[in-house]
């Protein structure tokens, strides 16, 4: 005879209009396999908590991204955004797809010339640039978006010292509606300073500006404002062909497309609340086509990342204990933590349950096992009455969690990818205390005295 855990009953207030545990029912979000294979499989093979990535997904992604733009318009290319995700299987992945290098950083450019390719295919854009990663780059010959005045003089400094000309872009910011304004990055094309960079060039004589680049923000939910940052980019674009004799040859848009993630505070699924990929491509090509003069078709550059990998991205968890707070509300402690989730300060992941688990759903707490007060996956999702040893399935975490994670009392976990012949492979191994320590020096006069 099974005996049945007693729990102690609890008295919660609850305030008319808000949702409530009652009628609920039985939560029915289940997931028992990734790309049909067995969650039970992974977790035995690899361990928890793991990063499992789908193949299927990330390739059928960014084909859909590639022809909604590639439709409309003849001359489109996409650049990886590294800093989205770097994990070498990711990047090779797109990098097959025909997609080239976006990096922010010497670390990042680095990375991309170590999975093969070459500089003519790195942008390298971000506002950090070393005087060592410039020279490198325009030694290569990769497309180099200049983000302010400082970084004029030092590529200014980098040609006298190879003895050539360097074609280089340009980053710009503008009013696209999209409050708050990202005004950081680039020079400012209403104010005149955009304006102000170019004259700089000119009379610097030693760089060729040969392109525009501009990222407006990040998980933008209004296709609009891309068609006002497109208008504007190429009203620009003309203004500086007439005024300085420079072709402007790409129009580097950026990213921020969102993924079909749920931002917190947001009540509306992301079903009704994201718009499609088509309608962001509608927005920037016809806006394109429509101001652009006549046989003129500079290459559109695009540096999606969250489109492109949130979505094949799970992370498998395991519940490690069960309390109630308090206030009653039953909270449960798993293995992955704001460590190597850090979307989770402004995301509210699909959960999904391995198993049917019988039982009334009620608003729940998910923790996870940092000895931190802020390390909370979800203050409110409902689930039944869990048992330890369950796995819940967190969903879409592809995009920024594994170039975000950090290393703190915890180790970080293996991250693995299931082809598209439906084949689990390791692509980062779960780290170990080797790993973390191997870097450290200490000195004799600190060793321990037995």
Known sequence: MNNTIYEKPIIKKLQTGFMNKFGTGVFKRIRKDIDGVAIDRLVEQFGSPLFVFSEKKLRGNYRKL????????????????????????????????????????EYEYRKAKRLGIDGKNIIYNGPFKTIESLKEAAEDGAMINIDHFE??????????ELNKKIKAGIRVNMDTGIVPQWSRFGFNIESGQAFDAVKRI???????????????????????????????????????????GYKIEYLDIGGGFPSKNRLKGVYLPPEVVVPSIDEFAEAVCDTLLENLRPNDFPKLILETGRAIVDEAGYLITTVHAIKRLPDGTRSYIIDAGVNILFTSFWYKFNIEMDREVSGTAEPSVIYGPLCMNIDVIDESVNLPPLERGTRLIISPVGAYNVTQWMQFIMYRPSVCIISEKGEPLLIREKEDLEDITKLEILPEEYELKK
């Not at 030693?206 to 068609?227: K, M, Q, R, V, W």
Request: proline share 2%; hydrophobic share 40%.
């Open 66 to 105: 590639y022809n909604a733009f590639s439709n409309r318009y003849p001359n489109v290319l996409f650049g990886w955004s590294y800093k989205t995700n770097y994990l070498d299987a990711i990047c090779s992945t797109l990098h097959q797809e025909g997609a080239i290098a976006e990096v922010v950083s």
């Open 151 to 160: 970084e004029i003089q030092d590529l200014e400094n980098v040609a006298k």
């Open 202 to 244: 000119s009379y610097g004589g030693h760089l060729i500006l040969n392109g525009l680049h501009c990222h407006i923000g990040t998980f933008i939910l209004e296709p609009n404002a891309y068609s006002q940052e497109v208008k504007k980019m190429v009203e620009f674009a003309y203004k500086v062909e007439d005024e300085f």
